[in-house]
């Protein structure tokens, strides 16, 4: 939606600034492709007529609730029209029948108390202020008058809010098909409860983000025939393993380490642990706290919230048993065995580490020594152990590490769900979708590209199922943002072929690149 060359002078235009991203200004002289614009900063800007985009001059100064409303739909007409309502505290703008929230980093209690609950019951989308009430509401409706399960996807970057506008559309789901149980707690509550166990093994400080999920999330809830909850489930996918081993400044590794290390006494000396900074898996980078965290109460209320969710207290004995191994699993360095090719736990400390590790996964210590330091491979005649070099025994200790926290989430997210109970008569279902969060660094790690090409891939997904002009522009705007990791998993699909994306999308990918 640029100018053309026609563009007349007296026009009001939006130009690209390196401070502000976009100011807006009148034409003052159109010559040919370049146009001269005077800013209302007062400063004057000569732009080529292609990066100069039209300005509604009569569009409302507070901004419009649905963006559909706007006269042009373009990037500085977006982001302009978004800025005029987050000034106001309106963070929640349509666009449609979607949803665009802008994080407010502030607590807003008012806009989600149950009174706001009860206002948002039964209305049109669009009757009332935008907000993710009104989009539960919505297919909350249509299951019930349609007869058809519905799902809501919360896409966005990291640290945009999708973990918190999920609970939101959880809690008003919640509200309208929750019902008052027999005894115990309710599926609802036991979800919403979840949330604590499940950030506290699932999530860490980022850059962006001081609670980032590094798990994608799909909760399904399901509904009886007179749509009243009658059971959930929580579908987890593609947790960041790779974060358990290695961490770059000022991140950290998942919380749950670090509430593991602060925990009382009696528990430090039972795990044998102590201060974070002596452990390798957490001192690759100098941030131990969060601003306003007390890890020590963490501690204590992710142990009561795996009280809620039906988690025994031998079980999570031995869920922290396990969370302390791999600590001490990271602490295992190791030699070169002379004469020999192959290595062994370097020092005392080391065989420590080995010891405490091998009793706290209450396994042989001499057997996990072996699983680090050889390599057994099994053919068709034989099975031959290689003795690994002191780097293999490495790479080795840090899979094992990697595995073991992997599955150990994947056993309290199977334990949440044998503890929520799922219906399997159940009639529909709502599922919230919470996916990954894009992210693009300077140096990007193949995780970080695999990631965000599972993500791309889900949205290229949902804009096949909701093309709306508008959504596809925003999309676009995303992959003009994600270009640079999207041309290296573009190379990356051409070294390997068979990863696993459907063909329309790898074409979409390829037009995203190369277009
Ligand atoms: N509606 C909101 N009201 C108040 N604070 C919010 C809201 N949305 C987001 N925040 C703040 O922003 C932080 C980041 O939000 P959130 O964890 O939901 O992001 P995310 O998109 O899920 O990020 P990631 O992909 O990294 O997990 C929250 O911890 C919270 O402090």
């Known amino acids: 939606m640029t100018f053309s060359a026609s563009t007349a002078v007296g026009s009001h235009v939006w130009v690209e600034d390196p401070e502000v991203a976009w100011i807006d200004g009148e034409v003052v002289e159109v010559n040919g492709e370049e146009i001269k614009v005077l800013c209302t900063s007062g400063k004057a800007i000569v732009a080529n007529a292609a990066n100069v985009y039209p300005k509604d001059p009569d569009a409302p100064p507070c901004g419009v609730d649905d963006m559909t409303k706007l006269a042009y739909l373009h990037e500085p007409g977006v982001l302009h029209n978004l800025r005029c309502r987050y000034d106001m505290n309106e963070i929640y703008t349509y666009t449609g029948n979607i949803l665009i929230a802008v994080n407010p980093f502030q607590r807003l209690p008012h806009l ?20 993710p009430f009104a989009i539960a509401d919505s297919a909350y409706r249509q299951m019930i008058n349609e007869g058809i399960s519905q799902a809501i996807l919360v896409s966005g970057e990291s640290g945009a809010g999708k973990t918190e506008s999920t609970k939101m559309l959880m809690q008003y789901l919640a509200y309208m098909g929750g019902r008052v149980a027999a005894e115990g707690r309710t599926v609802e509550q036991q979800v919403l409860e979840s949330n604590p ?15 980032s999920s590094r798990f994608g999330k799909f909760v399904e809830i399901q509904f009886n025939n007179r749509g009243r909850i009658s059971g959930a ?56 706290e969060l601003d306003g965290v007390d890890d020590s109460k963490e501690y204590l209320s992710t142990r009561r919230a795996m009280d809620v969710v039906g988690i025994s207290s031998d079980e999570q004995d031995a869920i922290f048993r396990v969370v302390a191994a791999v600590l001490h699993l990271g602490n295992i360095e190791f030699k070169k065995v002379s004469e020999s090719d192959g290595s062994e736990p370097k020092d005392d400390q080391s065989r420590f580490h080995l010891k405490t590790a091998a009793d706290l996964l209450m396994c042989n ?3 996990l020594e072996d699983s680090l330091c050889k390599r057994v491979m099994v053919t ?14 490495t790479t080795s200790r840090d899979a094992l590490a990697k595995i073991v926290y992997s599955r150990l ?8 769900n044998r503890s929520i109970g799922q219906d399997p008569d159940s009639k529909f279902l709502i599922g919230v979708l919470d996916i990954y969060g894009f992210e693009s660094f300077k140096t990007n790690r193949c995780l970080t590209g695999m990631l965000n090409l599972h993500h791309l891939q889900r949205l290229i997904s949902f804009r096949m199922l909701a093309p709306s002009s508008t959504y596809l522009y925003k999309q676009k705007n995303i992959f003009k943002a994600a270009l640079n990791t999207l041309h290296i998993l573009y190379e990356l ?10 063909p329309e999308h790898k074409g979409y990918m390829f037009r995203a690149c190369y277009k």
């Open 233 to 288: 489930a929580i579908r987890t996918y593609l947790l960041e393993r790779s974060r358990v081993c290695q961490i770059s400044d000022p991140e950290r590794n998942y919380h749950c380490f670090y509430m593991l290390c602060a925990a009382p006494e009696e528990d430090i000396q039972k795990y044998k642990l102590g201060n974070p900074r002596t452990f390798r898996y957490l001192n690759q980078s100098n941030c131990y």
């Open 112 to 131: 989600y108390s149950n009174h706001m609950m009860e206002q948002y019951k039964g209305m049109t989308l669009g009757e009332l202020s935008p907000h």
């Open 380 to 393: 068709r005649d034989e099975t031959i152990t290689k003795s690994l070099d002191p780097d293999a025994a």
């Open 197 to 211: 166990v499940l950030e506290a093994f699932g999530n860490a400080k980022t850059v962006r983000n001081n609670n």
């Open 493 to 502: 699909l051409l070294l390997f072929p068979t990863l696993p994306l459907k």
């Open 365 to 367: 210590e001499k057997s």
């Open 409 to 416: 989430f994947d056993w309290l997210v199977n334990k949440i």
